[in-house]
């Protein structure tokens, strides 16, 4: 079973950056699309933005231009740079990644969470 380490969370003032990694850990042979979800307050978890093991990123509209995917594949960690935040940025941001194990199964399966908050 994967672990996931999802770190970087905080609070920052709009207009302000954070940056967010996940690592992945297990007896992992290979890992397909990895990415990131956000649940604000009281409303359903959405996602935000998500990269193939080959690079081809996806975001939600929201956050277009402001936010950046990257992943190292040797370190099995995926990275969200979030610049220019809103209030309404503020979520518990998700991690989840689809994992291929060396048994030749496969899950997909997501991290506890990191919040993050914008406010001044």
């Known amino acids: 079973q994967v672990q996931l380490v999802e770190s970087g969370g905080g609070l920052v003032q709009p207009g302000g950056s954070l940056r967010l990694s996940c690592t992945a850990s297990g007896s992992i042979w290979t890992i397909n699309t990895m990415g990131w979800y956000r649940q604000p307050p009281g409303k359903q978890r959405e996602l935000v933005a998500e990269i193939t093991s080959a690079g081809s990123t996806e975001y939600a509209d929201s956050v277009k231009g402001r936010f950046t995917i990257s992943r190292d594949n040797a370190k099995n960690t995926v990275y969200l740079q979030m610049n220019s935040l809103k209030p309404e940025d503020t979520a518990v941001y998700y991690c989840?990644?689809?994992?291929?194990?060396?048994?030749?199964?496969?899950?997909?399966?997501g991290g506890q969470g990191t919040q993050v908050t914008v406010s001044s």
């Open positions: 989840n990644v689809d994992v291929i194990y060396y048994s030749g199964m496969r899950e997909k399966t």
